[in-house]
């Protein structure tokens, strides 16, 4: 009988927590493979886990989190419809940025996670994410724009945005989170 795509997506979760393709599982508390709905129309993907993701194993809890849901519930999704997950499915030490190496082994899982949900729309949530799928971009520039790609031989449908803790930040930044978030709900309307 064929796994349902929860069991696929626990079945990676397992590969993920069992991982030692990189140094980060030695200093992680625990691995935050990502979280949310097998069937979820919409994937957020942020860079790596932060020290409170790292401690619940899960991703996007904490003050980002909330700001998360706050921005969900101005386009009426609940969180409880969308998967949220990171490029590094664990913690760098010092929240320090991700190595081109440590990115580059923990990517087939990323990509696995992928094609089993088959997502209508991405959001990556910062610079990192963004220039993971975009590398010659800017973030400013690009940030609330529909982008399709061939990524990894899959065809995907971006909007980048703003990590939400630049958001708590600096008001700018959430005014064109917010802004963004507006985006994100017309093509979710109008696809
Ligand atoms: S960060 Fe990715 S590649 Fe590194 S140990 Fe964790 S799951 Fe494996």
């Given at each position: 009988?064929?796994?349902t ?6 079945y990676i ?22 979280h ?8 957020f993907?942020g ?8 401690l619940?194993?899960l991703?996007f ?17 609940p ?7 990171n ?10 940025d991700p ?5 580059k082994v923990c990517?087939?899982?990323l990509?696995a ?9 991405i ?8 220039n ?6 800017s973030?400013?520039?690009?940030r ?12 995907l449908?971006?909007i980048?945005?703003y990590?939400?803790s630049?958001?708590?930040r600096?008001g700018?930044?959430l005014?064109?989170?917010q ?7 017309q093509?979710?309307?109008?696809n």
């Amino acid at each position: 009988m064929a796994l349902t795509k929860e069991q696929q997506l626990q079945y990676i979760s397992h590969l993920i927590g069992e991982c030692h393709k990189c140094d980060l599982y030695k200093t992680a508390t625990n691995h935050v493979p990502g979280h949310g709905n097998a069937n979820a129309e919409i994937v957020f993907i942020g860079e790596a886990p932060g020290e409170q993701e790292d401690l619940q194993g899960l991703p996007f809890v904490g003050n980002s989190g909330k700001l998360l849901d706050k921005l969900l519930n101005t386009i009426k999704v609940p969180r409880t419809d969308v998967f949220i997950c990171n490029i590094l499915k664990h913690r760098p030490p010092e929240n320090r940025d991700p190595l081109p190496q440590e990115m580059k082994v923990c990517t087939p899982y990323l990509k696995a996670q992928l094609k089993i949900i088959k997502p209508k729309l991405i959001i990556t949530l910062g610079r990192f994410a963004m220039n993971y799928f975009f590398p010659e971009e800017s973030i400013s520039r690009i940030r609330g724009q529909v982008r399709k790609i061939i990524w990894q031989e899959l065809p995907l449908t971006i909007i980048p945005v703003y990590h939400p803790s630049a958001g708590l930040r600096n008001g700018a930044m959430l005014k064109s989170l917010q802004e963004d978030f507006l985006s994100i709900g017309q093509y979710l309307q109008k696809n």
